[in-house]
């Protein structure tokens, strides 16, 4: 239940429901109420699915480059620094710049669902899970942080009125405190990985 906590929040401070709310409003607002539904499930599923994906195939791909973990997590926590940056700046892409046929695939489904950053952290929290049951903690933990984002665009409308805009940018620069944390955790774990191997050699 731990590992599955852990997961979840990184996931939900990584994948930022809360913040995707008035990006999804602002693409979907010329449509209506049933296609507004669709592209919330559309986006979901697919950000699932690529989570999904590089869960599983994370660890070949990794073996297959002869990346150490340390350098992973170094990686890791410099991609979700700058996720944390732009959270905690309000930067965005501006939806309207965004040129797709569909937009719950691209941009929402993908990149600001299933992103860089996301993708990094589910890879590491595979690559470190102590027994073959945290695999399953993991699958848990994605498929339920998935079921709280479809929800959170579902009944955006509802979340809009009840926390109304101001509340929406506090969550996002709180998000963004907590996402830097971890990033600065995440680089202090692959210093010390680096200095272990080098006094191990």
Request: net charge negative.
């Amino acid at each position: 239940m731990e590992y599955v906590l852990t997961v979840g929040v990184t996931l939900f401070v990584i994948m930022d429901p809360p913040g995707i709310v008035p990006i999804y409003l602002a693409l979907t607002g010329a449509m209506d109420q049933r296609e507004r539904n669709r592209a919330a499930l559309q986006a979901t599923a697919l950000s699932l699915g690529v989570i999904t994906l590089f869960a599983l195939l994370g660890q070949q791909i990794i073996n297959y480059l002869h990346i150490d973990l340390a350098a992973l997590q170094g990686a890791g926590g410099l991609l979700l620094l700058l996720v944390s940056l732009q959270l905690l700046t309000g930067e965005a892409d501006d939806p309207s710049s965004q040129a797709t046929s569909n937009i719950a695939l691209v941009p929402l489904g993908t990149p600001l669902l299933a992103g860089p950053g996301a993708i990094v952290a589910v890879i590491l929290y595979v690559q470190q899970a102590p027994s073959r049951i945290d695999y399953l903690w993991v699958a848990i933990a994605i498929v339920l942080i998935h079921v709280v984002i479809y929800l959170v665009m579902r009944y955006s409308g509802v979340l809009v009125k009840i926390l109304r805009r101001g509340g929406i940018e506090v969550l996002t620069r709180i998000a963004g405190v907590l996402l830097a944390a971890i990033a600065v955790q995440l680089i202090a774990d692959a210093v010390m990985g680096f200095v272990e191997v080098f006094q191990n050699s």
